[in-house]
Nanobody
Framework: QVQLVESGGGLVQAGGSLRLSCAAS????????MGWFRQTPGKEREFLAA????????RYADSVKGRFTISRDNAKNTLYLQMNRLKPEDTAVYYC??????????????????WGQGTQVTVSS
């Protein structure tokens, strides 16, 4: 049981940076693994990065490895995605997600239980 709200999206020039945040809240405390996905019209939701509850394991898609960094601050109930050297093909709606399995860092949307509403990232050339 968790609510997720993304923020930090916007318009940026190619080569620039953005930092996305995902604030989590809920009526009960629980431990969640977290992930970031993105989606463009007509395409399946694309995995970007995932992190276990304790940050002991991180997973990245090849398309963003070396450019994006996932992190979390459990004391603040916040997940982050630092995006550097952005490219026009990074343009998409970005979603954060939570999994009730605290030790996994899954790369498929179906493995996650809760989703935020998404935040638009647009990279201009």
């Amino acid at each position: 049981q968790v609510q997720l709200v993304e923020s930090g999206g916007g318009l940026v020039q190619a080569g620039g940076s953005l930092r996305l945040s995902c604030a989590a809240s809920g009526r009960t405390f629980s431990r969640y693994a977290m992930g970031w996905f993105r989606q463009t019209p007509g395409k399946e939701r694309e995995f970007l990065a995932a992190i276990t509850w304790s940050s002991s394991f991180l997973r990245y898609a090849d398309s963003v490895k070396g450019r994006f960094t996932i992190s979390r601050d459990n004391a603040k109930n916040t997940l982050y995605l630092q995006m550097n050297r952005l490219k026009p093909e990074d343009t998409a709606v970005y979603y954060c997600a939570a999994s009730e399995a605290p030790y996994t860092a899954a790369d498929e949307p179906g493995m996650y239980d809760y989703w935020g509403q998404g935040t638009q990232v647009t990279v201009s050339s």
